[in-house]
């Protein structure tokens, strides 16, 4: 018999069926059991009302898995609506423990590092499991918004040969005696495929060695990367990111719906255009209101992103507010410096909820312009060689942003730690499961 899953019961009112899942819970009265059993769709109820039976369940352990085939009845106590009766159990594997969380609570109240040591168990937790398919929804619409708009998706190595920003940064490695490393970012290589394909976005991994601890750092996450060809300048850049933004909004509205009513988290309104501000503006802000001085600093603290974040909810009604302009100094050797202001750079930041959730920007296009700007931070070119052959041989205006999709589901969520949103978190202690 073709298995059904718990969140269509209700559709197979009055046939005979056959569902599969994990002992979630069981409740015993004096004349009938309850079996809560979960699958990936939610909750679903069986009712047992043979004493012998019912004997054999309370010896089940939490997270047995089982097949059930019975009868579908309406009932309006039940979850979604229906239950089964008369059921067929069999078992297809007992836990060799008892498990040491108890998923049935509607909540995991533990520490975060408990939490992730017991992450195989604890990711089965209807909430655990909820944060992640906001993740997959974000994906899916990441794509379908770029995919709509001409892009190409494409994979890059994630074993490079060079650092794409820093080398302090890059985590080393032995590749058949030579050095080698875990790619930073696919920077350099969607910059290329611009070259073929003109419009490019990839989902993947990317790696930074950083000694950061903080909640909003780890070691080993999702880019979510885009760059594409023939623009003005970085406010085309811009507004793909909006529409990519709003696109992944839109999908965890359709896909997630259940997920997000889960969570009791509102999705945020992605304005048709988002308002954006010059980093000395913002600068100037901050300091009016604050007293601090900032005139010297070329880049935003997270207080001060907080604090833009603030401001843009209540002067904008937006959750979401373009930082543009950032200092030359604080941007990588590839970014088109701004042709009014060249301390400037046409890049931005994209803050959400005041957070940084993107980073993008217009980049050089020119060879020459690259030589230039390599020898001006004292990197030879020779490092930079294949890098360098797409400009070598002719690429239009381009520019790109990478979406850190682990921040963004955490901001989502409202996770305090990023590490909630990222399924095994790799960090300055973390290396298991």
């Given at each position: 018999?073709?298995?059904?899953?718990?969140?269509?019961?209700?559709?197979?009112v009055?046939?005979?069926?056959?569902?599969?899942?994990?002992?979630?819970?069981?409740?015993?009265?004096?004349?009938?059991?309850?079996?809560?059993?979960?699958?990936?769709?939610?909750?679903?109820?069986?009712?047992i009302?043979?004493?012998?039976?019912?004997?054999?369940?309370?010896?089940?352990?939490?997270?047995?898995?089982?097949?059930?085939?019975?009868?579908?009845?309406?009932?309006?106590?039940?979850?979604?609506g229906?239950?089964?009766?008369n059921?067929?159990?069999q078992?297809?594997?007992?836990?060799?423990?008892?498990?040491?969380?108890?998923?049935?609570?509607?909540?995991?109240?533990m520490?975060?590092?408990?939490?992730?040591?017991?992450?195989?168990?604890?990711?089965?937790?209807?909430?655990?499991?909820?944060?992640?398919?906001?993740?997959?929804?974000?994906?899916?619409?990441?794509?379908?918004?770029?995919?709509?708009?001409?892009?190409?998706?494409?994979?890059?190595?994630?074993?490079?040969?060079?650092?794409?920003?820093s080398?302090?940064?890059?985590?080393?490695?032995?590749?058949?005696?030579?050095?080698?490393?875990l790619?930073?970012?696919?920077?350099?290589?969607?910059?290329?495929?611009?070259?073929?394909?003109?419009?490019?976005y990839?989902?993947?991994?990317?790696?930074?060695a950083?000694?950061?601890?903080?909640?909003?750092?780890?070691?080993?996450?999702?880019?979510?990367?885009a760059e594409?060809?023939?623009?003005?300048?970085?406010?085309?850049?811009?507004?793909?990111?909006?529409?990519?933004v709003?696109?992944?909004?839109?999908?965890?509205?359709?896909?997630?719906?259940?997920?997000?009513?889960?969570?009791?988290?509102?999705?945020?309104?992605?304005?048709?255009?988002?308002p954006?501000?010059h980093?000395?503006?913002?600068?100037?802000?901050?300091?009016?209101?604050?007293?601090?001085?900032?005139?010297?600093?070329?880049?935003?603290?997270p207080?001060?992103?907080r604090?833009?974040?603030?401001?843009?909810?209540?002067?904008?009604?937006?959750?979401?507010?373009?930082?543009?302009?950032?200092?030359?100094?604080?941007?990588?050797?590839?970014?088109?410096?701004?042709?009014?202001?060249?301390?400037?750079?046409?890049?931005?930041?994209?803050?959400?909820?005041?957070?940084?959730?993107?980073?993008?920007?217009?980049?050089?296009?020119?060879?020459?312009?690259?030589?230039?700007?390599?020898?001006?931070?004292?990197?030879?070119?020779?490092?930079?060689?294949?890098?360098?052959?797409?400009?070598?041989?002719?690429?239009?205006?381009?520019?790109?942003?990478?979406?850190?999709?682990?921040?963004?589901?955490?901001?989502?969520?409202?996770?305090?730690?990023?590490?909630?949103?990222?399924?095994?978190?790799?960090?300055l202690?973390?290396?298991?499961?």
């Amino acid at each position: 018999m073709q298995r059904v899953l718990v969140d269509e019961l209700a559709h197979h009112v009055g046939e005979q069926i056959t569902l599969a899942g994990w002992a979630h819970r069981q409740r015993r009265l004096s004349q009938v059991t309850f079996l809560i059993l979960r699958d990936r769709s939610g909750l679903g109820q069986v009712v047992i009302t043979d004493p012998a039976q019912a004997d054999e369940v309370a010896g089940f352990a939490p997270e047995t898995v089982l097949t059930i085939t019975g009868d579908v009845v309406a009932s309006a106590q039940a979850p979604g609506g229906a239950e089964l009766h008369n059921p067929e159990i069999q078992v297809l594997a007992a836990p060799a423990e008892a498990p040491p969380i108890e998923l049935w609570r509607p909540s995991l109240s533990m520490q975060l590092p408990r939490l992730l040591d017991l992450a195989p168990v604890a990711l089965r937790h209807p909430r655990q499991r909820a944060v992640f398919h906001t993740s997959a929804a974000s994906i899916a619409g990441f794509r379908a918004a770029l995919d709509a708009r001409g892009f190409t998706e494409i994979q890059t190595p994630k074993i490079v040969a060079s650092a794409t920003e820093s080398g302090a940064n890059v985590f080393a490695l032995d590749y058949f005696g030579r050095p080698a490393y875990l790619a930073q970012s696919p920077q350099f290589y969607k910059q290329t495929m611009v070259g073929v394909f003109e419009r490019v976005y990839e989902t993947g991994p990317v790696f930074r060695a950083e000694p950061h601890d903080t909640p909003r750092h780890i070691s080993e996450y999702v880019s979510l990367d885009a760059e594409l060809g023939f623009i003005t300048d970085h406010r085309d850049v811009m507004s793909v990111a909006r529409d990519a933004v709003a696109g992944m909004v839109d999908e965890v509205h359709v896909r997630a719906a259940a997920a997000v009513s889960a969570l009791e988290i509102t999705l945020p309104l992605v304005p048709a255009e988002i308002p954006a501000i010059h980093f000395a503006d913002a600068q100037h802000l901050i300091a009016s209101a604050t007293g601090e001085r900032l005139d010297e600093e070329p880049d935003l603290a997270p207080a001060h992103e907080r604090w833009l974040g603030e401001w843009a909810l209540r002067e904008h009604n937006s959750e979401l507010l373009f930082v543009t302009g950032y200092p030359m100094v604080k941007r990588p050797f590839y970014t088109h410096p701004d042709p009014a202001r060249p301390e400037f750079s046409n890049s931005f930041d994209l803050l959400f909820r005041g957070l940084e959730l993107i980073t993008g920007g217009q980049r050089l296009h020119r060879y020459d312009d690259y030589l230039a700007a390599l020898a001006a931070r004292g990197q030879a070119p020779a490092d930079y060689a294949s890098y360098l052959q797409a400009f070598k041989f002719g690429m239009p205006p381009h520019g790109g942003f990478a979406i850190g999709l682990e921040r963004w589901v955490a901001r989502l969520t409202g996770a305090a730690n990023i590490r909630e949103a990222t399924l095994f978190p790799r960090d300055l202690t973390r290396l298991a499961p």
